[in-house]
Structures are given as C-alpha cells and as structure tokens.
C-alpha cells in the first residue's frame, strides 16, 4: 500500500503492464481540479486558476460557494481570469435542499442560476451533492419518489440552459448504496436527471465504479476521480455501506495513516480503485466529458504542499493513465 507521501515520489509512475492504460488517438475528455484544492492559496480562486493552468490542467471545477461574488457579475469578467491563464470550468458545484418541498424553490433558483453561467463557458452538466442521510437503513422507496420528483423540477431548470442536472451520490447523503442509486436513476427522466460518478464515494458506498460505468453509461454526465484505501474498494469486496467518521480514523490510525479529516479520500495510485480500467471504459465508450480529480486542500497529507501534490496528480496522469495534458508552465 502507498501513502499519500509516497505518492508524490517516482514509484508512482510505475504500474504493472498487464494493467496499464495505453492512450488511444482522439481523446476528448478533458481534466479539472476542483477549486477545493486551491482554498489556502490568496486570492482565492484566481491563484488556484494558475496553479491548476501551470501543471497542464484543462480547468477548475468551483464550487458556487467559492465563486460568489462572480456569480453576481456578468460570466465575462470570470471569463476573463480563466482566459489569462489559458482555462476553462468543467461545472459549478452546487447543493440545496432537494426533499423538503417547503425549500425547494430556492434550490431550483440557485441551480437555475448556476446552469445559466456555467452555460456561458460550455458547461453540459452541473454537478450537485444531495443532503445528508435520513438513517442507517437504506432510502426507502417513499422517499425516493419524493426525492426523484424534486429532481425532475431541478433538471428542468436546468436543461433550459443547455446543462444537464448530474446528481453526486455520496457517502453518508441520502443517495450512497448501489441500490439506492438505481432507484433514484428508475424513478427519475432520463431526459431530466443524470449522474456524477465519483470513484471514491462509489467504492466506499459499496459499488465498483468500473462495473457502474459499464452499466450505466448513458446516465453519466460527469465524471470524479480520486481513490480511497484498498479495505474500502468494493472491486475487491467492500460491500459498503460508508464507514462512519470514527470508523475512518480508526482504521486510518490501525494501517499507520497520517492523520487527514477523512481517510476515505485518497490520492490516486493508493490502489482502491482501478483507474486504468476506468479510463479504458471511458476511451471505448468515445467520451467527450470533463473528469475533475476531486480533492481538497485540508487532506493533504501534514508537510505536503499544495504544488508537491499537484505535480503528484500530473505525474500519476501522464505516465500511468496516459493522459493528453497541457504542456507544464514555468
């Protein structure tokens, strides 16, 4: 197993062959950061534009929370800041309240709202993180309908801008497990709601993201890469559902972990998922999406700087997915 140290070092770039993502001509999708990595750095979140731009990336991924005051002035003037750095945005990160009928309008205003800037910088689909769970049992089929007509509203608003509502099941939200999600996507349009697949959280709420991708391609409008320890991949037999917060310390401090607010997040190449099958999905299946590494600025491991981890994500990305990135600035 590596650590997130070890994974700024030259053995990342080492994989086996028999494993190995050969890069086929014509890839289209394109690679983003999110904005969370970049949170320390002042100006927020023009320094993180740069930095992200510097290390051959094709964009951020904010969050609507980071880009507020933007979000108020015509899309021109953020588009200007990415423009200067040579980069776009692959969605605005949203949230709000998506069962609570009493709530919800002002949830439809704010996705409406985020669809339509996004939609100035061609942004197709906008990713949002549900609400926290109701229990420890799985979403009943009385909530989920509650929930899947809420979703619908959200997806109209949002496809008038050209944007596809792309819904983030994540652990411990109320849409985490294999068959919650199913349910969700069976009760839900096709023609209003898709889906983030994020590696991570699928594998930690029980469900291989490689066997979810084949499955359920169609409704996957955007993509989230990031790994997570191998005791929670369920491509070797994690059956979920999410360990609880003590139950990620726990574990973290019994495998001799650094200590980081969520161990489930880790970088990739700490072996939780397999990325390489993932990206062959991906090249087979024509793609022509964003996937945006979701990482966050308060997991790096203590005494890792931002920059050493970033050069981390590009090294993994070349030379073991292969990946078409920008050439590097000085």
């Known amino acids: 197993m590596i650590d997130r140290r070890a994974f700024i070092t030259a053995s990342l770039g ?8 050969f890069a086929l001509p014509g890839d289209k999708f394109r690679w983003s950061m999110s904005s969370h990595m970049f949170t320390p750095l002042k100006p927020h979140p023009e320094t993180g534009i740069r930095m992200a731009a510097r290390f051959g990336f094709h ?19 953020f588009k200007k800041i990415l423009d200067e750095s040579g980069i776009g945005i692959s969605s605005v990160a949203s949230g709000g309240e998506y069962f609570d009928t009493t709530k ?4 439809l205003d704010s996705h409406a709202a985020n669809a339509k800037f996004a939609s100035y910088f061609g942004v197709t ?3 949002a993180n549900l609400g926290r769970r109701f229990g420890p049992e799985n979403l009943s089929s009385a909530n989920a ?12 608003r949002t496809i008038e801008h050209g944007v596809r509502f792309a819904f983030h099941p994540h652990a411990w939200t109320m849409v985490e497990r294999r068959a919650e999600v199913d349910m969700v996507l069976e009760m839900t349009d096709p023609k209003l709601v898709w889906l983030t697949l994020d590696t991570c959280h699928a594998s930690v709420g029980g469900f291989d993201p490689v066997v979810f991708l084949k499955e ?7 993509m989230h890469f990031k790994d997570t320890l191998p ?18 310390i726990a574990m973290a401090k019994k495998l001799g972990l650094p200590a980081t607010p969520d161990p489930i997040y880790q970088r990739l190449g700490t072996g939780g998922v397999d990325f390489p099958a993932l990206i062959q999905v991906l090249r087979e299946r024509n793609y022509d999406g964003w996937i945006s ?28 997915l292969h990946a078409t990135m920008k050439p590097m600035k000085t």
């Open 216 to 222: 359920r391609y169609s409704r996957i409008a955007h």
């Open 59 to 77: 964009g951020i991924e904010p969050w609507g929370n980071e880009i507020g005051s933007f979000l108020s002035q015509p899309p021109a003037v």
């Open 125 to 127: 689909a906008l990713k």
């Open 14 to 21: 080492v994989c086996a062959a028999a494993t190995r993502a």
């Open 104 to 107: 919800l309008q002002a949830t």
């Open 231 to 248: 005791v929670w991949s369920a491509g070797k037999g994690w059956k979920g559902p999410a360990p609880s917060k003590e139950e990620e």
């Open 145 to 156: 309908k509650i929930l899947a007509k809420n979703l619908n509203e959200v997806g109209k």
């Open 293 to 320: 590494l979701d990482f966050n600025a308060a997991d790096l491991t203590p005494g890792v700087t931002i920059e050493q981890d970033m050069a981390g994500h590009r090294k993994y990305l070349t030379e073991t």
